[in-house]
């Protein structure tokens, strides 16, 4: 039993791996083209090709799912046209015992997506965009975040991964609300719990005058730490489950909307849950009614059930915040629907 389980199982992991490189390779080759149509003088190919490189991770993170389902297909598809799965099943093999084969590789590919999002996806994330952002020279109020601090509008352009802030405007209001001061520092670092702005020039707003310094650097005191820069200044889809949830709970304390964090949140969370519910309707496919289909259909079969499957959790999620019901049930739902079909098939084939 040892060597059939190894058997079917490295066939199912090729299969995965195969269709998750055939599809990162469109990934990829969609992000050069579209990255293309902002190349100028700072920004070439080279950098352009950077950029995707370094994005790896999440495109990795975010196709594992349907590969797992297509490549699940394939490879029980190729079994089913050998006739070695009936051969398994005259032997004795049990349907719950091919389908625990199975999933022994798919588990090893939902254990790399866990990591990757929790570990690899938030940090190549935020390096690439800053790195893109300085480059095209979009250090303007149109890019990056705004935050307040007291009577102090603080906007930054650029937040790298090791809290190196680019681009930073300030903006100091007084009691009545009027302008005081308004400054700008090409970059900012944080130094023994404090922050020190480089390069930068100071306007004073008087009474009918105003009077302007430059500065090589200057100290900066403020609440902020890079670590909170970092979750404010990148989008809910590149942070971890652990810095959403933090995140989520501080927005919601801070009386502010979290809807967007939490819907990130369940999606990453259950993501091992919305793959296993695309390989179980992947086995029940193939024992059900794609038991003698071709491969070509199979696949075909595959990528439309990916398709529905995403589009219904992209229309959910967003309702759930307009609509206010909780993400959690907007995320779960077409994960329970796949589920339910999944086992219905398997019951039919068994």
């Known amino acids: 039993m040892k060597i ?47 950029y995707v490189a370094t994005t790896l991770p999440r495109r ?39 389908i625990g084969f199975v999933l022994r590789p798919v588990m090893l590919f939902i254990v790399v997506a866990v990591l990757l999002g929790e570990y690899a996806v938030p940090y190549t994330d935020q390096l690439a965009e800053g790195r893109r952002a300085i480059l095209l020279g979009k ?42 001061s308004a400054s700008f520092a090409a970059s900012a670092n944080f130094i023994e719990r404090g922050w020190v702005e480089k390069e930068g020039v ?23 730490s890079p670590q909170l820069l970092r979750l404010v200044s990148m989008e809910p889809e590149s942070l971890s ?12 304390q801070q009386g502010q909307s979290a809807g967007i964090h939490w ?26 009614p794609l038991r003698e289909s071709t491969t070509g259909l199979r696949i075909f079969a595959g990528v439309v059930t990916g398709i529905i499957f995403s589009t219904s959790q992209d229309l959910l999620g967003p309702a759930s915040l307009v609509y206010g019901f ?13 589920i339910c079909i999944g086992l219905m098939l398997l019951r039919r084939a068994g």
């Open 241 to 252: 489950v652990s810095e959403l949830y933090d995140y989520a709970n501080y927005l919601q």
């Open 4 to 50: 059939l389980s190894r058997y079917v199982s490295r066939i199912v992991f090729f299969s995965i791996l195969a269709v998750l490189l055939v599809v990162l390779a469109v990934d990829v080759i969609a992000a050069i083209i579209e990255e293309a149509s902002d190349i100028k003088m700072d920004y070439g190919f080279v950098d352009a090709l950077a």
């Open 202 to 224: 100071v306007t004073y707003f008087g009474d009918g005058h105003t009077s302007a310094e430059t500065f090589e650097q200057r100290q900066w005191h403020s609440k902020m």
């Open 263 to 288: 819907l990130a949140f369940w999606n990453k969370a259950l993501q091992p849950l919305t793959t296993l519910s695309l390989v179980l309707i992947a086995v029940s496919f193939i024992f059900g």
């Open 326 to 338: 909780s993400a959690f049930w907007a995320v779960l739902a077409p994960i329970a629907v796949s």
């Open 60 to 98: 990795i993170y975010e196709n594992i799912p349907l590969s797992a389902l297509i490549g699940c297909l394939v490879g029980l598809g190729l079994l089913a046209s050998n006739t070695e799965l009936v051969v398994m099943r005259s032997a004795g093999v049990s349907l719950l015992r091919i």
């Open 139 to 180: 250090q303007d109020l149109s890019r990056g975040f705004w935050n307040k601090e007291n009577n102090e509008f603080i906007h930054v352009s650029v937040v790298f991964p090791n809290g190196d802030l680019f681009g930073v405007s300030r903006y100091q209001f007084d009691d009545n609300a009027e302008l005081e």
